[in-house]
C-alpha cells in the first residue's frame, strides 16, 4: 500500500462524528446550495433547520459511505468509476454545479481538521486532497455537457 493510502485509511478512523461540521462549514463557504435540499417540497432557511432533519442525516450517512467507499478502495478507484460518475449526474440533476466540489472539498478538510486538531498535518491535507481531487473528478464524467446548436 502507498504512503498516502496508509495516510488517508489511518486517519479516516477519527474523522467520522465529523461530517456535520463539513455542512455548517459547506453552507457558510457557499450559502446557495442550501435551497438545494429540500425533502417533501420543503427547503430549509436556515443551517441548523437542515442539519436537524431526518432526510439530511439520512443524506450525512450516505456521503460518510461513499467516503468510506474512497477510503476502502483507495488502491483500487477505477473500480468506482461508473458509481461516482452516476453519482455525479445525480447531483447535477437537482442543480449542482461542478464548481461547488471546490467549496465541499474545503469544508472536507476543514471537517478533518477539526477532527485530528495538531495531528493534521501536510502530509494528511495532501493525502487527502488527491484523494477528493480523484473522487471529483470520476464524479464530473457524470455531468452531462450540454451540446451547442450549431
Known amino acids: 500500500m502507498n504512503r498516502d493510502a496508509n495516510i488517508v485509511q489511518f486517519s479516516a478512523q ?11 462549514r459547506l453552507f457558510d463557504l457557499d ?18 433547520e437542515c442539519l436537524s432533519s431526518p432526510e439530511f442525516l439520512e443524506h450525512i450517512r450516505k456521503v460518510m459511505l461513499v467516503i468510506d467507499a474512497a477510503v476502502t478502495h483507495l488502491e483500487n478507484l477505477h473500480c468506482l468509476e461508473d458509481y461516482l460518475s452516476n453519482l455525479g449526474r445525480k447531483h447535477q440533476a437537482v442543480g449542482v454545479k461542478v464548481e461547488s466540489f471546490e467549496a465541499v472539498g474545503d469544508s472536507l478538510l476543514y471537517m478533518l481538521e477539526k477532527c485530528h486538531g495538531p ?19 470520476a464524479m ?11
Open 14 to 24: 477519527y474523522s467520522i462524528g465529523g461530517c456535520p461540521s463539513l455542512y455548517f
Open 119 to 137: 495531528a493534521f498535518k501536510m502530509n494528511v491535507r495532501e493525502a487527502w486532497i488527491k484523494l477528493y481531487s480523484t473522487v471529483v473528478k
Open 140 to 150: 464530473s464524467c457524470g455531468w452531462k455537457v450540454p451540446r451547442k446548436v450549431e
Open 31 to 48: 450559502p446557495d446550495l442550501l435551497p438545494l435540499f429540500k425533502y417533501n417540497c420543503k427547503t430549509f432557511s436556515t443551517p441548523q
